[in-house]
């Protein structure tokens, strides 16, 4: 009670409260911590944790296998090749940057070498390229240079790369990158013992050079996303992978990842229908994602062909894996997998065997038609020309050819490794140049220049190529300036009146001609000197334009400076031709002439039809089954290597594919429209039979001209056919017989009236499908119906334009008497496992309801027209009966030949449709449909149709259609 | 130099304390980097060893050489920054055979020295010249310590003085004319750096405090500090477990450099979760008051002094190194009393606690 008291009482020191002051300012302390916790750990802790994980949470899709393609016997079209690629991930923290280049650059150094080793090659994204002996350059430039350089210095936006950076030469940023700084391959405090222990030389060669800070950069790219691996090597060969995976120890990073290359079996016939993939492009993309939002940048879709039409099945299902990354991004493990979907299969209606063997009859054929209508001449006078039946393909067209297709590298000519015969053809070329120069510069400074129509055809074209290419193209001539209705203008370009340098003054004064960019100090010179420095200007500009060389070259060949031999000699050469020293030899001796020798290669299609791209060069056909309307043959020649442009595309190969005059990217059979010439006469003896206009047994008396309309159509049969009857007029393709139709169709009371006659065609042209697509997969061009002239539409002519896809849909119909099929190129679609998705059933696009005695008539006319047809002559393989067509564009070039048909006559079991764009004559075609028949029905052997050399057509190509 | 001590005295709940806590730090340390787990063990035991020797050397009799101990600190400080190791742009190591912080050292000389000074002119202490001379005293180490760079131990060490000197009885008028000019300083401080162009801070300073305060545009200052939110408030009531290997570790993600160190609590706190920050936290404050209550009852004003400023600069050091683990402050170079890889600092706290234990069993029996 009493210490109670006391303790109460006594006085609280300054020390005690001083002290309590501090406990308490500590118990705040704690309190304040502890509240801090509650809040972050208790209250908001689930937030933390789950935001945690979404920032380290990486989504990787898995590519999906794409789906295969087949032909109708299962035989497999396009399919997916299994490949290694050598990956490298930068999983290793280092102490500091000296350690870690060094052990980088060791690293991916011994990959390299073991790559190299093995033939494979390192796989480099990047944009510089030796340029000599310690030098470099760039190997982009503008926008793609800027990016280049912007990624490499970490920038997100080119506006962010400093003045330096955005000017550096390559020179200089080899060498910063090498440096200590960056790459670290150039570093003085590397030490003689690290060389060794990590290997690494102590100076790298250009190339080496090169690869590492190719693959450095791309490494520091991906700094911040460790997970995704660079990629070291592409498509290397199995002795790579297993050294690679014996070292893998050694080699921390380096890994081996399985990528699968589109590959396609018989490219070269299925091109134009399969198409090819490759890295989706910004506007694909967006459209694609419109249907399928899995689609992203980098995906490889389907391009052209099937590929592309058919890109949502094939596609199949992207995976997906869930990775976890740490604060470099480096995996720390992988959660959940969803396994990707394989694309669905294909399998198309398409034959492989029945193609393949109908690509080289064609190709046999055209090439025929050029070696049959070759002729040892420089030049055909087209004046001469009456009928395009007469037109021939002057040898010298042959060799120019082989120059303008680009069959012959012209640049190749003046390079250090060329041959003598090379050289020499150089010399004659540069002989050539000078002189056409010299000549140009005279006519631009002489005081009496010639007008333009009075030189020759040849400074013609000269004197054209410079004022519409070479001064338009480089600026120096104002196109938009001209007047076009400028008197000295038209004087120029139309009346042809006046010389090029009465053109140009007048142009100057007009200002439409800037000559200041051709020389310094054109404004002290006198008009003479200013057409000597633009003469020179000229001639250095065209020295090295290829197609001025060309035409050059195309007159060298004229006026025989260039001899055809020396050409042919280039084909040994440049390698188009493989070395063969014995016919070198007789040729540069003179044994064997160039015509001859031109000739002996295109016969055995060393030369062929495609490289030439002399016309003809093209043809199509199409076989189709006349029960469903499936297309079993589907060939357009020529055709291309579609592997050169899948997975890594050759560019140098699409580059002449695209340039190339025989245009192998357009297909022949479903993109080229052409008027169809006497195979449409089955349409109009439907119309005239079915409107009442004649009857079947109806006589018409072919007098030779029909002459009802202006100006009068000439039968082909001058001298007339005498009366005809529907059948007998099929029979004889007698224009005279279908004109009347076409008349009568278009008589209303009496008065002739062309849009009638015109509807009325339609109306049963639309019945065989001709008014639409023909429904195969691929793009197809629309048919083109004629609008006017209905006389000689009904025949055929007129500006009816189709496709022989549409042509064969139309013999197809023809065939099982009305059934007007869509066609189609797919037979069905399975899943990866085999199971039918979507089983394709025949579509009919319009039945033809015709009479049966009518549906007899157009048989037995077809079966006549074949029987008594020249190239079916003592032909006992099948019974065939079809229609040939030769359509006429003008008489300067080669008509279209086009046959259609079908067999057996009795039982349809296939129809074909046959076209060589400019082959001369419908013979050609028709022989081409027997061959190809024949072998379809197995009555003849691959060996037997197949010979490996042109086929000798007829060189007479009087028609008779 | 030994004396006496009644066995009930010895405050073994103190001991308890530091070991406890000390262990968690081994466990959190082994749990963040496993190579350093063992030398801290080692720093543990020695600690323990020099906390027991010095708990039975008498203070007074330290307190005779506190002069030589203030002359040698500085020595020390200036040593490091002639001769020191620079890791991570700091001077604040030196190699004595071992790697050696001194500034560590100092902090505990530094009271000891201050203690002895206060209690010896306790008349004094609240004149002018005094106060100016012990400012003086302090101004050199901790200028020392300021160039080092390391601005954290200089505000730590100036806090434990401005404890040891309120203890020792400054008068509250001068403590509130003193609050009545630091304040508005503050204020006008943080206005003046917050200006573009300022002088007053270094650039890595002024970041480190841009960051705290605007987190979203400093965001390279302030990463380090976010990611420590994040993987303490991700370690919700129970935490994850030491040495767990979960995925979701923001510790295993590297998502903190150094954890070892001075963003130990941001391991601790994803690991054993709001308990274990929670007995980290109390156990740091039981230390702390442990050594208030034992200056409390100290025999003489050193005695008090030393104790007081002990337990505050424990108190104040772990309270802003969680407050910058925890985003409350800008981040500052700080490590965690007992917690965080250091021998030097474990030893040298450990060595300071032995010293208060010694003024423990010194008490004054009346009071």
């Keep these: 009670m009493y210490e109670k008291k006391v303790k109460r009482r006594r006085p609280v020191s300054s020390r005690n409260i ?36 979404l920032s380290i949470r990486k989504t990787r899709t898995i590519p999906s296998t794409r789906g295969e393609i087949y032909d109708c016997n299962g035989e497999l079209l396009a399919y997916n090749r299994l490949s290694y690629v050598v990956t490298f991930e930068n999983s290793g ?13 060791s690293i991916l150094y011994r990959t390299v070498k073991i790559i190299e080793s093995h033939g494979d090659k390192v796989y480099l994204d990047f944009k510089v390229r030796p340029a000599g002996e310690d030098h470099w350059e760039y190997s982009a430039t503008g926008f793609t240079l800027s990016r280049f350089k912007a990624d490499l210095f970490g920038q997100s936006y080119i506006d962010d790369l400093t003045e330096e950076q955005m000017n550096m030469t390559a020179d200089d940023l080899m060498t910063l990158l090498g440096s200590s700084r960056y790459f670290g391959l150039d570093d003085d405090q590397i030490t003689a013992k690290e060389y060794r222990d990590y290997a690494l030389p102590a100076s790298y060669t250009q190339e080496e050079r090169l690869i590492l800070t190719g693959l450095r950069s791309a490494l520091a790219a991906n700094n911040y996303q460790r997970y995704n691996a660079i990629t070291v090597a592409k498509d290397v060969c199995e002795e790579t992978v297993s050294q690679i995976m014996e070292n893998t120890a050694s080699l921390p990073g380096v890994d081996i990842a399985e990528d699968y290359l589109r590959v396609y079996n018989n490219a070269q016939y299925f091109g134009q229908i399969i198409g090819y993939t490759g890295p989706v492009s910004a506007e694909e993309l ?6 399928n939002s899995a689609y992203n940048a980098g995906d490889i879709v389907g391009k052209v062909g099937m590929e592309q039409v058919m890109e949502s099945s094939l596609q199949g299902q992207k995976g997906q894996k869930i990775i976890y990354v740490d604060s470099l991004g480096r995996t720390l493990s992988t959660e959940t997998k969803v396994e990707p979907q394989a694309g669905d299969s294909l399998y198309l209606t398409l034959d492989t065997e029945l193609q393949k063997v109908a690509y080289h009859i064609l190709e046999q054929y055209i090439a025929g038609i050029v070696w049959s209508n070759t002729v040892d001449t420089d030049s055909i006078n087209t004046e001469w020309i009456e009928r395009s039946d007469d037109v021939r393909i002057p040898v010298y067209d042959v060799y120019f050819a082989l120059f303008e297709n680009n069959v012959l590298d012209v640049e190749h000519l003046s390079e250090p490794d060329a041959s003598a015969n090379e050289k020499r053809v150089y010399e004659l070329f540069v002989q050539k140049l000078n002189a056409i120069f010299a000549e140009i510069k005279q006519q631009l400074t002489t005081p009496d220049p010639t007008a333009y129509k009075d030189l020759t055809e040849e400074f013609q074209v000269y004197q054209s190529y410079i004022v519409n290419n070479m001064l338009i193209e480089s600026g120096i001539l104002n196109k938009e300036a001209i007047d076009e209705s400028d008197l000295t203008w038209i004087a120029w370009s139309q009346d042809e009146v006046i010389s090029l340098q009465e053109f140009l003054t007048y142009a100057i004064s ?14 002290y010179m006198d008009s003479t000197e200013a057409y000597s420095a633009l003469s020179d200007y000229i001639q250095a500009y065209l020295f090295d334009d290829t197609q001025f060389c060309k035409k050059v070259f195309r ?11 020396e050409v042919c000699l280039l084909l040994y050469d440049q390698g188009i031709l493989d070395m063969n020293v014995d016919d070198y030899n007789l040729l540069s001796g003179g044994e064997i002439s160039a015509y001859d020798f031109i000739r002996d290669k295109i016969y055995n299609l060393e030369i062929t039809p495609g490289q030439l791209a002399l016309t003809p060069c093209s043809g199509a056909i199409v076989i189709t089954d006349p029960a469903t309307g499936n297309v079993k043959v589907c060939v357009s020649y020529p055709g291309y290597d579609n592997n050169r442009l899948v997975n890594e595309m050759d560019s140098a190969y699409y580059n002449k594919l695209v340039t190339d005059l025989s245009s192998p990217f357009y297909s022949r059979a479903t993109q080229e429209v052409l008027a169809p010439g006497s195979t449409f006469k089955i349409v109009a003896a439907t119309a005239g039979v079915m409107e009442n206009q004649v009857a079947i047994d109806e006589g018409i008396a072919c007098t030779g001209k029909f002459d009802l309309v202006e100006p009068p159509i000439n039968c082909w049969n001058e001298w007339g056919h005498g009366a005809e009857t529907l059948t007998t007029a099929i029979r004889d393709s007698c224009n005279y017989y279908f004109n009347t139709i076409g008349f009568r169709l278009s008589m209303d009371n009496g008065e002739y009236n062309d849009d009638q006659g015109i509807a009325q065609l339609k109306k049963y042209g639309s019945m065989y499908g001709l008014d ?15 609008t006017y002239a209905a006389v000689p539409a009904a025949m055929g002519q007129s500006n009816h334009a189709f496709t022989v896809t549409q042509l064969a849909r139309y013999v197809n119909t023809i065939a099982n008497s009305g059934n007007c099929y869509d066609l189609t190129l797919i037979d069905r679609i399975t899943d990866s496992n085999g199971n039918v998705i979507d089983d394709k059933e025949p579509e009919l696009h319009s039945t033809v309801d015709i009479p049966e005695t009518l549906w007899s008539a157009i048989h037995a006319g077809m079966r006549a027209m074949v029987q008594q047809h020249e190239v079916f002559q003592n032909y006992m393989d099948v019974s065939v009966a079809g229609k040939t067509g030769t359509a006429q564009q003008v008489t300067t070039i080669p008509s279209h030949a086009e046959f259609i048909g079908y067999a057996p006559y009795e039982n349809p079991t296939m129809a074909i449709a046959v076209r060589v764009a400019n082959g001369y004559n419908s013979k050609n075609a028709a022989a081409i449909a027997r061959d190809t028949i024949s072998y379809f029905f197995g009555q003849k052997s691959e060996a037997e149709v197949i010979t490996g050399h042109a086929v000798e057509v007829s060189s007479d190509n009087t028609r008779t259609d | 130099m030994f004396k006496q001590y009644r066995l009930r005295d010895y405050r073994l709940t103190l001991i308890i304390y530091v070991v406890l806590l000390s262990t968690i730090g081994v466990l959190v340390i082994g749990s963040a980097q496993k190579v350093y787990q063992t030398r801290q063990l080692y720093g543990l035991i020695l600690g323990v060893i020099m906390m027991f020797v010095l708990s039975l050397v008498d203070y007074t009799w330290l307190l005779n050489f506190s002069w030589m101990f203030y002359i040698a600190g500085n020595v020390l400080l200036i040593a490091v920054l002639i001769f020191g190791e620079k890791i991570n742009g700091a001077t604040r190591w030196i190699r004595l055979g071992i790697q050696f912080q001194p500034s560590d050292l100092v902090k505990v000389i530094l009271i000891l020295f201050f203690a002895g000074l206060f209690s010896k002119n306790e008349d004094k202490l609240n004149t002018f010249r005094f106060i100016m001379l012990s400012l003086l005293l302090l101004a050199v180490p901790l200028f020392l310590i300021y160039r080092e760079p390391d601005l954290s131990t200089t505000i ?24 009545l000019v630091v304040v508005p300083s503050v204020v006008i401080f943080f206005s003046i750096i917050m200006r573009p162009g300022q002088t007053l801070l270094k650039d890595y300073q002024l970041e480190r405090i841009m960051a705290w305060l605007k987190p979203a545009q400093y965001t390279d200052g302030a990463y380090q500090q976010q990611n420590s939110i994040i993987a303490i408030g991700s370690g919700q ?10 995925v979701s570790s923001v510790k295993g993600g590297n998502f903190i450099a150094e954890p070892q160190t001075d963003f130990i609590f941001a391991v601790a706190g994803e690991e054993l979760g709001f308990l274990g920050c929670c007995l980290i936290v109390l156990l740091e404050c039981l230390i702390a008051v442990e050594c208030f209550r034992i200056g409390r009852r100290a025999k003489d004003l050193a005695g008090t002094c030393i104790s007081c400023g002990l337990g505050a600069l424990i108190m104040a050091q772990s309270f802003m190194n969680i407050c910058v683990a925890t985003g409350l402050m800008p981040n500052t170079g700080l490590p965690l009393p007992f917690i965080s890889y250091g021998v030097t600092s474990l030893v040298t706290l450990c060595m300071g606690v032995g010293i208060v234990i010694n003024v423990g069993l010194q008490n004054n029996r009346y009071r």
């Design chain 1, 93 to 105: 923290s280092y102490q500091n940057r000296h350690i870690q280049n060094l052990t980088l650059n």
């Design chain 1, 18 to 53: 001083r002290i309590g002051i501090l406990l308490i300012l500590a118990l705040v302390m704690a309190g304040i911590l502890i509240q801090r916790l509650f809040v972050l750990q208790i209250i908001r802790g689930e937030d933390y944790l789950d935001n945690f994980a």
């Design chain 1, 510 to 523: 007009k200002n439409w001609i800037d000559i200041n960019g051709i020389a310094e100090n054109t404004a």
């Design chain 1, 772 to 786: 639409a697509k023909s429904g195969v997969e691929v793009p197809e061009t629309a048919p083109h119906f004629a």
């Design chain 2, 237 to 246: 009531l129970y935490g994850k477990g030491l040495n767990n290997n979960m």
């Design chain 1, 286 to 291: 967006k459209e694609l994602q419109e249907t």
């Design chain 2, 156 to 179: 730590v060490t100036g806090l434990t003085f401005c404890a040891i000197i309120f203890t020792a009885g400054l008068s509250f008028k001068i403590i509130g004319g003193i609050l």
């Design chain 1, 555 to 565: 007159y060298m060949l004229k006026e025989g400076s260039l001899t055809g031999t």
